[in-house]
């Protein structure tokens, strides 16, 4: 749970901001000065304090091992690569923190707002106006949820494949829908 939260979570949560930003590489993401403390505070308040103790092993030493790796320029990790089958990796890696933390009380802004970065991804361009590629393998259905999330953000939470209760949470759903709302009215630095 460790690993699976806090790298791939991490690394989840990075990729859509980044690249509607334009950013290549994760290293650069997490040297990005909105990207990179986002991601920290994210992993810190909303990532960690949903992993049960893990013997021997204190978690947020765990975390900054991580936030060196993905640091690492020799490892060329590519924001593509990590952008790719959201529908896939986002119920994996970040909706069950959601539903962690939801249980437990806790705040969920920030997964709320990667769960809205993947939202305006999936609209097709980034922030520069550049095509996203159209290399997710259900890209056709993300791309029509996020064009009605534009006036109904429930659209893109009721992909129950991928969000199940946590998309019909009314906590979830309010982030979900200020989060949104702010990335596509004052665009994704303003909203990081």
């Known amino acids: ?11 989840a949560s990075l990729s859509y901001p980044a ?10 993401a997490v040297q990005h000065e909105l990207i990179g403390p986002f991601l920290d505070a994210l992993e810190r308040t909303e990532i960690i304090p949903t992993i049960p103790p893990v013997p021997d092993t204190v978690l947020e030493e765990y ?13 060329q990790d590519t924001i593509a690569r990590n952008a790719f089958d959201g529908a896939s990796r ?3 890696f970040i909706v069950p923190v959601a539903e962690d ?3 437990k009380g806790c705040k969920v802004d920030g997964l709320a707002m990667v769960s809205a970065m993947w939202c305006r ?3 097709g361009n ?3 106006g550049d095509p996203v590629p159209a290399k997710d393998p259900q890209w056709d259905r993300l791309q029509a949820k996020a064009e009605e999330a534009k006036t109904d953000p429930n659209a893109w939470l009721n992909m129950s494949d991928v969000y199940g ?8 759903q309010a982030a979900f829908a200020n989060a949104l709302t702010t990335i596509n009215t004052k665009g994704v630095e303003e909203a990081l």
Not at 1 to 11: A, C, S, V, W
Not at 19 to 27: D, E, M
Not at 165 to 172: A, I, Q, S, T, Y
């Open 126 to 128: 980034t922030e520069a």
């Open 101 to 103: 933390g939801l249980k």
């Open 90 to 92: 986002q119920p994996k």
């Open 165 to 172: 209760d946590v998309g019909k949470n009314p906590v979830f």
């Open 121 to 123: 991804y999936c609209q």
């Open 19 to 28: 690249a509607l930003l334009g950013v290549q590489y994760v290293h650069e």
């Open 63 to 75: 975390w900054t091992l991580i936030q060196g790796r993905f640091s690492n320029p020799t490892i």
């Open 1 to 11: 749970l460790m690993k699976i939260r806090i790298l791939n979570g991490g690394h």
